[in-house]
């Protein structure tokens, strides 16, 4: 007895229609994940706007009313109440000036070391290399005693220097080894020409490798913006007098000032909503900068 096979007809798709289930999934996927930072974004703007009987409102009032934009001038006039002296325009100096003197010192050092590394063969240079990778296994926090003894014994304590100064002997290893994957992209041929001209090496370095690499400078100077406009760790262990303290520290220290009274969250949005403004503002002026300097310099081995 033989048995004849049954065919079973499968779905079939065309090109198209699995293009368009692909792009739903992707968007649908999108969407979520954005929602994920979206979400407290929104919730942020929201609540630093609203007024105190509306904080704990259920549910959720995500439109203020009314909408209290008095709420940023009343933080911080608050928290000068407590520390006097720190006002707004006290604070945002403060943190201008660590963050712009911290990044411009970066900068400039992790150009130079990347430039070394990138273009001059010296004995030890892949060891030295190397090493300098392997100081980005290492936790901050094993080098943080160490480093607070020797701003200790400069007698430096409680100035701007720990934040500043040792930055121009050297940036971060993971900035420098951006800064010079993206340096060997650029041909050695531009260089030579320049030397043909009379160009010494620090001309070489300045007029023409500098220029040539601004998208990747663009995008360092944007993560280290980042990284010391948000830098929370240095300014609490370095600085004692309140009238220094950058931002983020002040938002602690209104948030201890406080902790025996009801929670003014809208007071501590508001301050959160002023931290994260210019980092966005930032990102957006400089994104077109920031996506090409990251993507140049990943494609070199």
Do not use: C
């Amino acid at each position: 007895m033989t048995t004849t096979p049954v065919s079973v007809d499968k779905p079939r798709f065309g090109v198209s229609a699995r293009r368009t289930v692909t792009n739903i999934i992707t968007y649908a996927l999108l969407i979520l994940f954005s929602l994920f930072v979206f979400v407290p974004l929104f919730y942020m703007i929201s609540t630093s706007l609203k007024s105190e009987q509306q904080l704990f409102a259920w549910p959720i009032q995500w439109i203020p009313d009314p909408i209290m934009w008095q709420n940023y001038g009343d933080a911080f006039a608050a928290l000068s109440s407590i520390a006097p002296g720190l006002t707004f325009w006290r604070i945002l100096f403060n943190t201008l000036f660590i963050t712009l003197l911290a990044m411009t010192a970066e900068l400039i050092a992790v150009s130079v070391v990347a430039y070394g590394f990138a273009r001059f063969r010296f004995p030890g240079r892949n060891i030295l290399f190397i090493i300098m990778l392997a100081t980005m296994m290492l936790p901050s926090i094993i080098t943080l005693i160490p480093t607070f003894l020797i701003w200790r014994n400069l007698d430096l304590i409680d100035t701007f220097d720990p934040l500043t100064v040792r930055i121009w002997f050297g940036g971060g290893a993971w900035a420098i080894f951006f800064m010079r994957q993206y340096l060997l992209t650029i041909p050695r041929e531009m260089e030579e020409a320049a030397i043909i001209d009379g160009a010494n090496t620090f001309q070489v370095y300045s007029r023409i490798m500098l220029p040539l690499a601004r998208p990747a400078l663009l995008a360092l100077g944007v993560l280290i913006f980042q990284g010391n406009w948000n830098n929370f760790e240095g300014p609490l262990i370095y600085l004692n007098t309140t009238l220094k303290f950058p931002l983020v520290v002040a938002m602690k220290f209104f948030q201890g000032s406080i902790s025996n009274e009801a929670p003014k969250w809208h007071y501590m949005m508001a301050m959160s909503v002023v931290m994260a403004a210019p980092i966005l503002v930032i990102f957006f002026l400089a994104q077109r900068y920031f996506i090409e300097g990251l993507t140049v310099g990943a494609v070199k081995g």
